[in-house]
């Protein structure tokens, strides 16, 4: 099945992951350098022993592409991604005069009395974002995280470069480069940005007329992360190679720290009890011209048959 080389990361590190302190205070069980191969031309690797939601997915990878670091957007078409990150730009700031929202982060699930009033705070500033363009402009931006970098590189001398058009552009012009690469992690802006990217570059490969991608994830949260990794890549991969005209080949997933966070163990333990079914197909629109033009409609799945989704906590 398609999904056996994420299965096998899952028990890997369950078998072999060394334990781990790490940014948000939860711990981990990691392994570092750890690579999956999907054959595209199989069907769409989207998880298939717990429901992903496809459609987080395609609005989130569209927001890349678009250029947009503003959680807008994504409110727009119902994703809730990258909430809490805005979310704790707004209630550290001078402008906010809530309740107490020191830590949130911890307190919201250890702390049954504050999740309500978490959870109203949270409401009244995604319905904030959503009608307020002031408001949104002011704390629905996260910084140059990925669409700031993959469409609008700032340069030292004040110009920007959009890495996408131009891969684009060097795969139907010189489909052998060794330089069709695009780079998320910019050294500069890494300060300034809501989180740093985890998903930090990748790169495409032409060979009998096939278009495959590798991705190297300096971190991968591999029950909650990995599996939308894993999807928008593989998407990315398919937009990309409409638009330069080719098939199809292999998606290529390089992870750095990968890792179970250990609120995680649990939920992956269930999920390796579950039997992987046929991957989806996945189905792309003739409409759109031009790849900055796909919307959500012009891309849709079918076949897709997930065992029932299995919660677990975000850490942030």
Known sequence: MLEDAYLQLARDILDHGTYKDDRTGTGTYSLFGYQMRFDLSQGFPLLTTKKVPFGLIKSELLWFLHGDTNIQYLLQHHNHIWDEWAFKNWVTSDAYTGPDMT???????????????????????????????????????????????????????????????????????????????????????????????????????????????????RSGDVFLGVPFNIASYALLTHLVAKATGLQVGEFVHTLGDAHIYTNHLDQVKEQLTRQPKAAPQLVLSDRPADLFDTQMSDIQLTGYDPAPAIKAPVAI
């Not at 469409?151 to 010189?174: C, E, L, S, Y």
């Open 103 to 217: 830590n949130f982060e911890h307190r919201r699930l250890d702390d049954p009395a504050f999740k309500p009033v978490y959870q109203a705070q949270m409401q009244a500033f995604d319905d904030q974002i959503l009608t307020d363009d002031a408001f949104a402009a002011k704390f629905g931006n996260l910084g140059d995280v990925y669409g700031a970098q993959w469409r609008h590189w700032q340069t030292r001398n004040g110009q920007a470069i959009d890495q996408i058009a131009n891969v684009v552009a060097m795969i139907k012009q010189h489909p052998d480069s060794r330089r069709l690469i695009v780079s998320a992690w910019n050294p500069e802006d890494v300060p300034s940005m809501a989180l740093p990217p985890c998903h930090t570059l990748f790169q495409f490969y032409v060979a009998d007329g096939k278009l495959s991608c590798q991705l190297y994830q």
